[in-house]
């Protein structure tokens, strides 16, 4: 699994998105992904009460602890590379949370458009 191109939707480096909790699709930090990354985990997202509250309820709990993954539980602040249709469908439904542009990988592009991203820019 050889990550593609750490570049970002602006077209610049990737920067990190976030080490504590870290997150990635490699676990690394960065929005990075690969083929084998079927949620497209690129989209670098501010966790807000509202979203994950709409996480949980759409089936993806990421504020309860799962200790035997290793998951400590996100909390509003917390930077996470989301799934790109799942902030998609965030937006749709008008809960959305703010992302940094400069930490979205370029793939998210393939879902959600850059005009839609820069309403969230944080």
């Known amino acids: 699994m050889e ?4 570049v970002n939707v602006l077209g610049t480096e990737l920067t990190v998105c976030g080490m504590d909790p870290v997150t990635g699709f490699f ?3 960065h929005c990075n992904t690969c083929a084998a990354d079927q949620g497209s985990h690129t989209v670098c ?4 009460a509202e979203f994950l509250a709409f996480s949980k309820y759409v089936g993806n709990d990421l504020s309860t602890p799962r200790p035997e ?3 400590q539980g996100l909390n509003p602040g917390d930077h996470w590379c ?3 249709a ?3 469908q965030a937006h749709d439904e008008g809960c959305a949370p703010k992302v940094s542009l400069e930490a ?3 793939r998210a592009l393939d879902i959600v458009s850059l005009e839609v991203l820069r309403q969230y820019a944080g």
């Open 69 to 71: 993954f290793r998951f």
């Open 86 to 88: 799942r902030f998609l």
């Open 27 to 29: 676990r690394d930090g």
């Open 104 to 106: 979205t990988h370029k």
């Open 82 to 84: 989301l799934c790109a």
């Open 3 to 6: 990550p593609e191109d750490s």
């Open 45 to 48: 997202a501010i966790m807000t």
